[in-house]
């Protein structure tokens, strides 16, 4: 389970899509940058299980950001 999402943008202009994301799972921080198509480019080391990771990013991002 992903623990103390956060995210903001990337860009000043907030019209242009892009936002760094940050949470801990399993004890561990990571970070990366979630673009608009919903790739993620992971600024550390790549996290266990990612693809099941990066579904609960997306779900994340939904819920905040395209709501």
Request: aromatic share 18%; charged share 25%; hydrophobic share 30%.
């Amino acid at each position: 389970m992903i623990q103390h999402f956060s995210y903001k943008p990337l860009y000043e202009n907030q019209q242009l899509p892009g936002w760094t994301v940050s949470f801990f799972y399993k004890q561990n921080r990571y970070e990366g940058i979630y673009e608009k198509d919903g790739a993620i480019k992971w600024n550390s080391e790549t996290p266990p299980n990612e693809e099941q990771i990066k579904k609960m990013v997306h779900e994340l991002m939904l819920f905040h950001v395209y709501d």
